[in-house]
Nanobody
Framework: QVQLVESGGDLVQPGGSLRLSCAVSALLLDYVAIGWFRQAPGKEREGVSC???????TYADSVKGRFTISRDNAKNTVYLQMNSLKPEDTAVYHC?????????????????WGQGTQVTVSS
């Protein structure tokens, strides 16, 4: 059974950092793309970043230069390093997996989703 489990969310002050983890089971990262999404209360879900099976990465403009996605195939885990956090980064962050190896064009195409982890940026 495929499972994606996020962790690492927390309350952090503006300017701080967090590292989110997405542990994947029953899928090998060598063959899938993993995306990070976020959804704040009252807002639409937003794609944050994605990493292909060949480690090509993409980022939303709102997080470029602040967030870094990476993966450890040995641990079957994908990470999202978030630096210089802003209050507008507050959201529930979800990871998702697509078996097509390349990052899909939208959330609709992802096959599996995690439950999410809360990130709150506030002083």
């Amino acid at each position: 059974q495929v499972q994606l489990v996020e962790s690492g969310g927390d309350l952090v002050q503006p300017g701080g950092s967090l590292r989110l983890s997405c542990a994947v089971s029953a899928l090998l990262l060598d063959y899938v793309a993993i995306g990070w999404f976020r959804q704040a209360p009252g807002k639409e879900r937003e794609g944050v970043s994605c990493i292909n099976s060949d480690s090509t990465t993409t980022y939303a403009d709102s997080v470029k230069g602040r967030f870094t996605i990476s993966r450890d195939n040995a641990k079957n885990t994908v990470y999202l390093q978030m630096n210089s956090l802003k209050p507008e980064d507050t959201a529930v962050y979800h990871c998702a997996a697509d078996r097509g190896r390349s990052c899909p064009s939208g959330a609709f195409w992802y096959d599996f989703w995690g439950q999410g982890t809360q990130v709150t940026v506030s002083s």
